[in-house]
C-alpha cells in the first residue's frame, strides 16, 4: 500500500508543480514506482514539465465522471520502464469539477498499485486545495524565503492542523538564493522553519537550469552535478527514511581540480 | 404550610415566598398579607415600605415576576426592591464561569486563525502574523505575538493587555485599536495597553498598574 502525499503551498508559483514532478522522478529513479496526481484542474502544468503534453488521452475528470477507467488515464512516462505514471489535470473545466469524495475514491484505487502518489495541489485554499488534500496521507508545505510566500505557508498549516492528515506536514524551502541569504536580506533557513513551525524536509537552491530543463520536458533531476537535482535526490531519500544532512548554503572554496580547470581554461 | 413568610433583618423587610408553595397560592397568600399590612400601624406611619424578595430554590419567569410586581403596584406605600432566589439557572452559571476564568492558551495561532473567547486570558502560545486572539476581559500574555490581540471585546475598555506588544500588529481594547509600527513599543514583556480616560489607547509599564486600574491590580493581589 503505497503513501499519497500532497504537495501544497497555499501561493502561487513558489515551484508546487516543479517540485512534484522533480520529487516523483527522483523516487523513481530510487526504483520506486509513483503516480504524479495534477489537480491543478483547468490550468494544468504538470504534464508539460514532465513532457507528457502530447500523450494525454484522458484525464481525472473523464475518469470522476466514468467516460474512462484510471488504468486508461494514466500516462506513462517511457524513460521509467513503468515506474512513473501521470494522472494528468482536465484543461476544459475548472476545480469545481471534482469532489472531495471523488478525489479520495481515485487516490484509494491508485495506492494499492504505486509506492507512492503525489498530489500537485492548485494555489489557493478553495475547492481545489480542499479536493487535493481530501485524499492526502501526509503534506509537503513548499515555501520560498519570501515573505508573501511563508504567511501563505503559515496559513496553509493552520488550515491542515485543523484538517490534520495521517502525517504532520513537512516543509520544502525552495528558491533559496545563496547570497541573500547569506547576507541575511531574507529569513534564513532555521528561522524559517522555526517560524512555520513543522519538520524541515528539505531545501532547493535557485538556478536557472530549473527553468531551461523544465521548457525541454525534463525534470532537472535528471542531471548529475546540479545542485537543485540533489535538493531533490535528498528530499526522495529523506522521504525513504534516510537521515540524509542538509546541503549548506555557503558558497564553497573552489576545489583543487575546479582551480586546475580554470587555470586550463584561461592559459 | 404558609406559602409567604413576612421576616424583618437589618436591611429591611424580606418576603420569602415558600419554594414548595404553588405560585397561585403564593399571590393568594400576598395579597392577603398586603391587605393585613395596609392597615398596620407601623404601616401607616412609614411613608414607603421597601421589600426584598426571596424565592428560595425557584427561578420565577419573567411573567410571574410582572405579576408579583402589578399585585404591589396596587398599595401605593409599598414595593419590591429586588426580587432574588438561592439558585441559578446552569446557562447563567456557565456564563459566569466563563466571565470569571481565566483561559490557559499555549497554542500556535496561524495566518487567518482566530481564537474568541469570554472571560480573562494567559496567552503562552504564538500569534503569527494575521493571526488573531479576541476575549471579553483581558489578556495576559507571555508568548510571542506578531498577529493581532483584542481584549474587553466588544466594547469594554476597562480592560487591559499585558505583555510583550512591539512585534504585534495590532492592538485592540474595546472599541479602541491601534496599529503598532516598527519602534513604536519597546520589547518589554511589561508593557500594559489600556484605555484612559480620553478614551485613547495608551501604555504603560506593570508598575504603573495600581493607577492605571486599581480594581484589575487588586483582583490580581495587589494591596
Not at chain 2, 421597601?50 to 411573567?63: A, G, K, N, P, Y
Not at chain 2, 519597546?186 to 493607577?211: C, F, M, P, R
Request: charged share 25%; with cysteine; proline share 3%.
Amino acid at each position: 500500500m503505497g503513501k499519497a502525499i500532497v504537495i501544497t503551498s497555499g501561493k502561487g508559483g513558489v515551484g508546487k508543480t516543479t517540485s512534484t514532478a522533480n520529487i516523483g522522478t527522483a523516487l523513481a529513479l530510487m526504483g520506486k514506482k509513483v503516480c504524479l496526481m495534477d489537480l491543478d484542474i483547468g490550468l494544468r502544468n504538470l504534464d508539460v514539465v514532465l513532457g507528457l503534453e502530447n500523450r494525454i488521452i484522458y484525464d481525472i475528470v473523464d475518469v470522476a465522471d466514468g467516460r474512462a477507467k484510471l488504468p486508461q488515464a494514466l500516462v506513462k512516462d517511457k524513460r521509467f520502464e513503468d515506474r512513473l505514471y501521470l494522472l494528468p489535470a482536465a484543461q476544459t473545466t475548472d476545480k469545481s469539477a471534482l469532489t472531495e469524495d471523488q478525489v479520495r475514491d481515485i487516490v484509494d484505487e491508485l495506492k494499492p498499485d504505486f509506492d507512492y502518489v503525489l498530489i500537485d495541489c492548485p494555489a489557493g485554499i478553495e475547492q481545489g486545495f480542499l479536493n487535493a488534500i481530501a485524499g492526502a496521507d501526509a503534506a509537503i508545505i513548499i515555501s520560498t524565503p519570501e515573505i508573501s510566500a511563508v504567511r501563505d505557508a503559515d496559513r496553509v498549516v493552520g488550515i491542515l492542523e485543523q484538517h490534520p492528515l495521517e502525517e504532520e506536514p513537512r516543509l520544502i524551502i525552495n528558491r533559496i538564493r545563496r547570497h541573500m541569504m547569506q547576507e541575511g536580506d531574507v529569513m534564513d533557513v532555521d528561522e524559517l522553519t522555526h517560524h512555520l513551525g513543522i519538520e524541515l524536509l528539505g531545501i532547493i537552491f535557485d538556478d536557472d537550469a530549473v527553468i531551461a530543463t523544465s521548457n525541454h520536458g525534463e525534470p532537472i533531476v535528471l542531471e548529475d552535478n546540479n545542485p537543485v537535482s540533489t535538493g531533490y535526490r535528498n528530499i526522495a531519500r529523506r522521504l525513504e527514511g534516510e537521515t540524509v544532512p542538509l546541503m549548506k548554503i555557503e558558497n564553497q572554496e573552489p576545489g583543487f581540480w575546479t582551480k586546475m580547470k580554470q587555470w586550463l581554461k584561461r592559459g | 404550610m404558609q406559602a409567604v413568610l413576612l421576616k424583618g433583618n437589618q436591611n429591611g423587610y424580606q418576603l420569602v415566598l415558600n419554594q414548595s408553595a404553588s405560585f397561585e397560592d403564593i399571590m393568594i397568600e400576598l395579597e392577603a398579607l398586603f391587605e393585613k399590612l395596609k392597615s398596620d400601624p407601623i404601616s401607616i406611619e412609614a411613608s414607603k415600605v421597601s421589600f426584598d424578595v426571596l424565592t428560595e430554590d425557584r427561578i420565577l419567569q419573567s411573567e410571574e415576576k410582572k405579576q408579583i410586581e402589578d399585585l404591589t403596584a396596587n398599595y401605593p406605600k409599598f414595593s419590591i426592591h429586588k426580587i432574588s432566589a438561592n439558585v441559578m439557572t446552569v446557562a447563567d452559571a456557565y456564563f459566569l464561569k466563563e466571565r470569571e476564568n481565566v483561559h490557559l492558551i499555549s497554542r500556535t495561532i496561524r495566518n487567518g486563525q482566530e481564537i474568541q473567547l469570554k472571560g480573562d486570558i494567559l496567552f503562552l502560545g504564538t500569534i503569527h502574523e494575521g493571526g488573531k486572539l479576541i476575549t471579553t476581559g483581558n489578556i495576559f500574555s507571555i508568548g510571542n505575538v506578531a498577529g493581532i490581540l483584542h481584549a474587553g471585546f466588544p466594547n469594554s475598555e476597562e480592560k487591559l493587555i499585558l505583555g510583550d506588544l512591539h512585534n504585534a500588529q495590532q492592538v485592540r481594547v474595546g472599541e479602541q485599536f491601534d496599529v503598532i509600527d516598527d519602534e513604536k513599543l519597546e520589547e518589554d514583556v511589561q508593557t500594559i495597553a489600556y484605555v484612559n480616560d480620553l478614551h485613547v489607547l495608551t501604555y504603560g509599564s506593570l508598575n504603573e498598574l495600581k493607577q492605571i486600574n486599581p480594581k484589575l491590580y487588586n483582583r490580581i493581589g495587589g494591596h
